[in-house]
């Protein structure tokens, strides 16, 4: 017997999106309905956005854009493909998506944990804030644009301008990179980085599969922090 | 020799193409190699609400009597899909200003001041402060192509929310808040290093063109269990298809800000060559809500360069529902105040013309991060100004309806004004004064 109560089942071909965001959101840590299952999603969008508890919901199907938007604390596992803005803005918590993820996945991320088993598109992790991410497969263009903090891992490649006028989110590409944006160098990878890769990479639950001194490390180059004319190309 | 002294000379002439403004301008980018930046909206003149004149009432209107006969001021925002509407007593707002551009003082007063008048006011880029959020009865939560601050517990703690598209100021353009600004409280609230220049996005990371916004929209309204009114703000500069798109998106209120619009920092030549006057927008937004039945259903909020009552009442005339006011706010405050004209002058600039307020230096204490100059506001005596001001912006207003003969100044209308200029009465679509000549008048945007 499962010591957690009985799944609570939403089918949103049956019931609406707004029930199932209202019953998320009233849900409460405490309430013992604390694994939640979607079924049918259908590309919908905006499923599981704005949850402030610590709930586990399972959805079994495709979403549409901003899937566990703004998320805090819940554990929100997509079993199938996600569209754009996958866990946007969130906040805590642990999003995985077990296929593929469109554009801007974690775009504005102030925190949590957001797994990705297939590729993502474009512009993933952009303006991220302290979320870290961790892509199994590759990235696309643009990937980490003007990301302030946070880490984003991934284990193939990385499309064109990575981390394009970054601040100080840390990357950590072990495929090839096609090209590095404005202001983005490689870095050392020295022990400490390889310590980081390794707690993120357990807590995407990838522990001892994959040999951290295979990545490399890309950061800002800080030359674009404070306008300066010679930089005027850059801008 | 003597013979040349009887020849009348001639005068040294200033090129009105090479003014001297152009020279300086042209010198000073020669200097240093960079555009000049600055605080403030445009400041070349361009048709405005001064172009305008109510007809008030004689023979065939009847005025109302003024202290005695209602004339109401309220405004109902977000009615279309939120839960919770906004009621505001008067349909001046305060428009939105970063915490970061403006000091905590100067963001407390703003907040004390509207709601002693019972109005809204508007964070901006850099997310919400405790002061504000504390000071103010209705508060308006941009999100903001940055996201700097951007968190689902301030959103819940908002009375509305207000998607920045754009700004008069600079429509296509992004945001920058110069390193000397970035002290270490707007560097946390940022998620930034202290002391570096921070520049905002021009779009959004997660939504490109009125399709997508639509399912934004769609989201926050799901985050927020669709109680708040949500807002869509854009710069003028297609107003009669960026209000329909806004509208279809699923917008509950729409804001309009004109060229005239003030900035805490922008590109000289951003602010004073980029978008429209608001004079010119306002009828082509309202004649998109129009278009589509919405007119009055989505509420419309116009600014830019608005500084009186006179100017609210040609705003509300033209069809707006009310306005929003930035740099008369900060005026009403204390910017640009003669009593610091000493240290205007060492600032190389005089009371009424200083603008680098992204230089972080305001004597006034306003536009600055600076602990002692800010701590020169003190944001109870600023708000008590800021609501005065409000009020005679308000009574102002309630005046002209009253002689307009309206019981409401919501019923102010276009058949009351003329214009004064054929470029105003084009763009605002009224008779020239002395005439029934509309110019313009033969359809289409
Ligand atoms: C100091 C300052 C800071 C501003 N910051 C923002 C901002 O963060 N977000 C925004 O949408 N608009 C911002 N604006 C523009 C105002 O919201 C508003 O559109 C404009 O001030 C209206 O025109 P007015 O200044 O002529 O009244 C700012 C304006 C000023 C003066």
Known sequence: MN?????????LAATSLRELNAALHAATGESNARRWRVLNPNGRHAVAVGINAPLTVEIEGHVGYYCAGMNAEASVIIHGNAG??????????????RGDASQAAGATGHGGLLVIDGNASARCGISMKGIDIVVKGSVGHMSAFMGQSGSLIVLGDAGEALGDSLYEAKLFVRGSVKSLGADCIEKELRDEHKALLAEKLKAA??????????????????????????????? | MTAHSNVPRTPPR????????????????????????????????VPHFDDLLFLGASMSRYPLEGYREKCGTEVVLGTRFAKKPITLKTPVTIAGMSFGAL???????????????????????????PEERGQSQTLVYQYLPSRYGMNPV????????????????KPGGGGMLLGQKISDRVAAMRNLPKGIDQRS?????????????????????????????????????????????????????????????????????????????ILAAIRPAVQALQDLGMHRKVQLIVSGGIRSGADVAKALALGADAVAIGTAALVALGDNDPQYEDEYQ???????????????????????????????????KAGRRLANYLSVMTLEAQTIARACGKSHVHNLEPEDLVALTVEAAAMAGVPLAGTSWIPGRTGGY
């Open chain 1, 3 to 11: 010591a957690i109560s009985p799944d609570l089942t939403f089918d």
């Open chain 1, 84 to 97: 754009v803005g996958l866990a946007e803005n969130m906040m805590s918590g642990f999003v995985h998506v």
């Open chain 2, 14 to 45: 200033f090129s009105a193409t090479f003014d001297p403004a152009t020279l300086a301008e042209i010198r000073r980018a020669a200097a240093t190699g960079i555009y000049d930046i600055r605080g403030g909206g445009t400041k070349r003149k």
């Open chain 1, 205 to 235: 639950g990838l522990e001892g599969t994959v040999d951290v001194s295979a990545f490399k490390r890309y950061g800002s180059a800080r030359q674009l922090y404070n306008f300066h004319v010679d930089n005027a190309s850059a801008y």
């Open chain 2, 103 to 129: 000091s905590a003082q100067a963001k407390e007063a703003l907040g004390r001041g509207a709601s002693t008048v019972g109005t809204s006011t508007t964070t901006g880029d850099g997310g919400m402060t």
């Open chain 2, 154 to 169: 301030d959103l819940r703690k908002a009375d509305a929310i207000e998607i920045v598209i754009g700004q008069g100021a």
């Open chain 2, 201 to 277: 996005a021009c779009r959004h990371p997660d939504w490109t063109g009125p399709d997508d916004l639509e399912i934004k929209i769609e989201e926050l309204r799901e985050i927020t269990d669709w109680e708040k009114p949500i807002y869509v703000k854009v710069g003028a500069s297609r107003p009669y298809y960026d209000i329909a798109l806004a509208v279809k998106a699923g917008a509950d209120v729409v804001v309009l800000d004109g060229m005239q619009g003030g900035t805490a920092a922008t590109q000289d030549v951003f602010i004073e060559n980029v978008g429209l006057p």
């Open chain 2, 346 to 380: 060492a600032l190389g600039t005089t009371a009424g013309a200083y603008d680098d307020w992204h230089e972080g230096l305001d004597p006034a204490g306003i536009t600055t991060q600076d602990p002692a100059l800010s701590a020169r506001l003190d944001p109870v």
